[in-house]
T-cell receptor
Framework: GQQLNQSPQSMFIQEGEDVSMNCTSS?????WLWYKQDPGEGPVLLIA?????ELTSNGRLTAQFGITRKDSFLNISASIPSDVGIYFC??????????????FGQGTTLQVKP | ETGVTQSPTHLIKTRGQQVTLRCSSQ?????VSWYQQALGQGPQFIFQ???????GRGNFPPRFSGLQFPNYSSELNVNALELDDSALYLC???FGTGYYGYTFGSGTRLTVV
């Protein structure tokens, strides 16, 4: 089945540093979503992307929908301690129709050192 | 506006038993999806319910079944529990097919012993 490869698997950075993570797929997607999950909670939507090449920002977060429709990246600028958590990419393929099926990456665990 | 609520938050069951998990969708949402999240993994799509009917299913056996009620709340039922069913079960609601994304609940942590 379809899989998303998300990298890096984990990051340990200093407060104030910028962060970059990405997701790649062997097949195309028509929607890319980025979620953050805190311990004991469900994923929370950060950014949604709907068109190839689209670049969208949400505060210190910026995400892009790759031109090939097979990848996406998420950047976090000037990281702060509350950025700690697990970040997931998720994609919806053209074949999912109206099922609403999302395919998730394995997650990137971010730790920020004050 | 209330978010997605799930119950119970934690559950311990014995292998072979049956379990029912419950989900109340966010106000204004008419579609519910269920996901299974194993430890250290991303969520895996189980199925989606729209207008009280299953509207898409992932790679899960028939012992995973569900219901959606007229008020859009939903249940996930798992029969003949196996040890590998131990996971966080997430409910997500949306309006329509979720074009604008899904709102997830905090999940039910199921442990099968």
């Amino acid at each position: 089945g379809q899989q998303l490869n998300q990298s890096p698997q984990s990051m340990f950075i200093q407060e104030g540093e910028d962060v970059s993570m990405n997701c790649t797929s062997s097949s195309i997607f028509n929607t890319w979503l980025w979620y953050k999950q805190d311990p004991g909670e469900g994923p929370v939507l950060l950014i949604a992307l709907y068109k190839a090449g689209e670049l969208t920002s949400n505060g210190r977060l910026t995400a892009q929908f790759g031109i090939t429709r097979k990848d996406s990246f998420l950047n976090i600028s000037a990281s702060i301690p509350s950025d700690v958590g697990i970040y997931f990419c998720a994609g919806r393929s053209p074949g999912s129709g109206n099922t609403g099926k999302l395919i998730f990456g394995q997650g990137t665990t971010l730790q920020v050192k004050p | 506006e209330t978010g997605v609520t799930q119950s119970p938050t934690h559950l311990i069951k014995t292998r072979g038993q049956q379990v029912t998990l419950r989900c109340s969708s966010q106000s204004g949402h008419n579609t519910v999806s269920w996901y299974q999240q194993a430890l250290g993994q991303g969520p895996q799509f189980i199925f989606q319910y729209y207008r009280e009917e299953e509207n898409g299913r992932g790679n899960f056996p028939p012992r995973f079944s569900g219901l959606q009620f007229p008020n859009y709340s939903s249940e996930l039922n798992v029969n003949a529990l196996e040890l590998d069913d131990s996971a966080l079960y997430l409910c997500a609601s949306s309006f329509g097919t979720g074009y604008y994304g899904y709102t997830f609940g905090s999940g039910t942590r199921l442990t099968v012993v």
